[in-house]
């Protein structure tokens, strides 16, 4: 594995357990933390630190996987309001 496959890895689970942490705060998971105050967002990266430690990868998945299921994609949800992003693919 390549350094840009590592990085790609550790960036995807940053991303679940910045997710797990937002719902633990009783926030959405896909919150935008930029529109949060300095205060929550140091207590978010408190948590994302002590998670990324003591976690394990299959802890995260399955804690990440439970969230988006039960509260990104549940039969409520309205999707148009979920922010869409675009991931280029490689060309070959």
């Known amino acids: ?3 840009i496959e ?3 890895l550790w960036k995807d ?3 679940r357990v910045k997710t797990i942490c937002l719902d633990e705060m009783e926030k959405h998971p896909i919150t935008n933390v930029s529109i949060m105050s300095g205060k ?3 207590i978010l990266l408190s948590k994302v630190e002590t998670y990324m430690e003591h976690l394990t990868d299959e802890e995260i998945l ?11 994609l ?3 949800s309205d999707y148009t309001n979920y922010p869409v992003m675009r991931q280029q693919e490689e060309t070959i």
Request: glycine fraction near 0%.
């Open 1 to 3: 594995m390549d350094e």
């Open 6 to 8: 590592k990085h790609q």
């Open 13 to 15: 689970k940053v991303l």
């Open 40 to 42: 929550e967002k140091k």
């Open 62 to 72: 399955k804690r990440f996987n439970e969230i988006v299921c039960e509260k990104v």
């Open 74 to 76: 549940n039969e409520t």
